[in-house]
């Protein structure tokens, strides 16, 4: 099968899609931290030990926090560093939330306005709920930003030595 030249500005700008592929790009590089943190929070010496890889690959995201939180809950009396975990979950779940909300609804542009516009529908407490809104660029580098402050407070929480976000360094 031979690759087409794709189109400049499909399916969106292309400064859209450049932001979109760092978001993607951060949040594996999460995941991959997220396992690594289970595999030393649960005392594997190795970085990451096939057994704790072996337990979470199959876990989603939302598993894999609450076993951060609840292996962190048991060693924060032993570990000042792990005393604050809370407030990397909370960093954990809010990078999750930020980025589902790019990762899996449709992203397209308006051909009328230009505008970029991303389409999602809810059905929660029993009714469909459909949303259409504008996409700012900043608003998909908030997501980075929030992708990439999580992965730093999750190496701190795990290393007890804190690492800066790169804007930072």
């Known amino acids: 099968m031979s690759i087409p030249t ?3 500005n499909w399916p969106a700008p292309n400064e859209y899609l450049l932001e979109l592929g760092r978001v993607t790009t951060l949040w594996g590089t999460l995941e991959s931290s997220v396992n690594i943190a289970i595999s ?3 005392g594997y010496e190795a970085v990451l030990d096939y057994r704790a890889v072996i337990m979470v690959a199959s876990s989603n995201f939302q598993q ?3 076993i951060i939180s609840a292996l962190s809950e048991k060693l924060a009396p032993q570990y000042p560093n792990v005393k604050n975990y809370k407030s990397v979950i909370a960093k954990l779940q809010s990078a999750q939330k930020a980025r589902n909300k790019y990762a899996h609804n449709a992203i397209t542009t308006d051909q009328e306005t230009g505008k970029v516009m991303l389409s999602y529908a809810s059905s929660r407490g029993g009714s469909l709920k459909t949303t259409v809104e ?3 660029l900043h608003s998909i580098k908030e997501v980075t930003v929030k992708i ?3 992965m ?3 190496h701190t929480l795990v290393t007890g030595k804190e ?3 790169i804007w930072e360094r």
């Open 64 to 66: 894999k926090i609450d």
């Open 40 to 42: 030393k929070l649960a």
């Open 148 to 150: 990439h402050e999580a």
């Open 6 to 8: 794709f189109k400049d």
């Open 134 to 136: 504008e996409v700012k």
């Open 163 to 165: 690492i800066k976000p």
């Open 152 to 154: 730093s407070a999750l």
